[in-house]
């Protein structure tokens, strides 16, 4: 087992709520599978994918274009995401040329510019907001050193990005991401201001990925104004500084977000899936939709949220055993079913 992963809040986590059920957790591959067992049942967990979703629902929500062109087709509304396959990949009929052209045109349809992305999982790799064509040629370059596949999308500024874990039809578990903050003094260059910030309170995110982020959006020798407060970066990711704020997804004024990530689950037909959904000045979109249920840095920086991940995890383990169980029996009816002993994969 990798250090990392036996040292994570979520995997502690989650071996109490297995030991607390009589199940053993077995890593392999470095703690990348987990495999699970309990009276002689056994059930595979790979990556934090805990293998309660069909086939096809996975490979939809791994895929951003399909994702998003399964979404519009079904009226929720999201983040348009275009695909673009890389130059070799012409065995499939898609030519450099036609994939080029297309982004440029994808481009140009965008004045306030657009990311670039791996069209897979990034974990926040290769993301880029591009705003010329040169930057466009460079984005698209570095993701296809890594990917045969890079989406485009428009870019949206983002004034919150709310998480919202959806498990059988409901929201489970919500909270908020917002980019850091901080506040000029007059003086102070926004360089300046980010480094003391992360040398006091972002101990824990890379100065690097903070300082990268910001140069996309303002440059780091301005000097806001005394009390001015600036937006750190663009991306909503932990490892970019991004702040979690816990949620009551009961409160009933954030109803529209809560319904548009069960109706963007139920499109998609997933069982389990942390649904993003961005408010741009209250309009609100899904920019993704992702499998694997991460909480490493969430419970890190809000241990507050333990309670809530320990009732999922327990409520996903328990249907992860019942899908199993109903399989060896030979009673699943999921359509995503195989074969094996592990659930829909
Ligand atoms: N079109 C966009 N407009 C504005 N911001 C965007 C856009 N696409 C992505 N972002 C920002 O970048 C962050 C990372 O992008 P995204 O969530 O698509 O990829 P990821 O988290 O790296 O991928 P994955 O979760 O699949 O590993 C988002 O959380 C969001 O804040
Ligand atoms: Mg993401």
């Known amino acids: 087992m990798s250090d990392a992963v036996a040292v994570s809040a979520a995997y502690r986590l989650f071996s109490e709520v297995c030991r607390t059920r009589q199940i053993d957790i077995k890593p392999l ?35 951003k274009a399909a994702c998003s062109a399964l979404l519009q087709d079904r009226g929720i509304p999201c983040v348009p995401h275009e695909v673009f396959y890389r130059p070799d990949r012409e065995v499939f009929g898609f030519v450099y040329d036609a994939s080029w052209s297309r982004m440029i045109e994808f481009f140009g349809a965008h004045p306030a510019g657009v990311v670039c992305k791996p069209n897979d999982l990034s974990r926040g790799i290769g993301v880029r907001r591009v705003s010329s064509v040169p930057q466009l040629e460079k984005a698209a370059y570095e993701v296809f050193r890594f990917s045969r596949e890079l989406s485009l999308s428009p870019f949206v500024s983002i004034d919150a ?26 003086a102070s260059m926004l360089g300046e201001l980010i480094a003391a910030a992360h040398d006091q309170e972002w101990t824990d995110v890379p100065l690097g990925g903070l300082l990268e982020d910001v140069e996309q959006t303002r440059r780091i020798t301005y000097v806001p104004a005394r009390d001015e407060l600036v937006r750190v970066g663009w991306r909503h990711n932990f490892t970019h500084g991004a702040r979690a704020e816990l949620l009551d997804a009961a409160s009933p004024e954030l109803r ?14 997933v069982v389990l899936a942390a649904v993003d959904v961005v408010n741009n000045a209250g309009n609100y979109h899904v920019l993704e939709v992702n499998t694997g249920i991460l909480t490493t840095h969430l419970l890190q920086q809000l241990p507050s949220a333990r309670p809530i991940v320990k009732e999922l995890f327990g409520a996903v383990v328990e249907h992860l055993f019942e899908l199993v169980e109903a399989s060896e029996r030979g009673s699943y009816g999921h359509g995503g079913l195989t074969g094996g002993t592990n659930g829909a994969q």
């Open 29 to 63: 591959c470095g703690g990348r599978v987990l495999v699970l067992s309990k009276r002689g049942i056994t059930a595979n967990v790979y990556g934090w994918d805990f293998g309660v979703n069909s086939a096809t629902a996975l490979l939809v929500c791994r895929n």
């Open 161 to 186: 990005e709310y998480r919202v874990v959806v498990f059988n039809g409901r929201c489970r578990l919500m909270y908020v991401k917002r980019l850091p903050v901080v506040m000029g003094d007059g």
């Open 256 to 269: 529209q977000i809560v319904d548009m990530a069960e109706g963007a689950a139920r499109a998609l037909g």
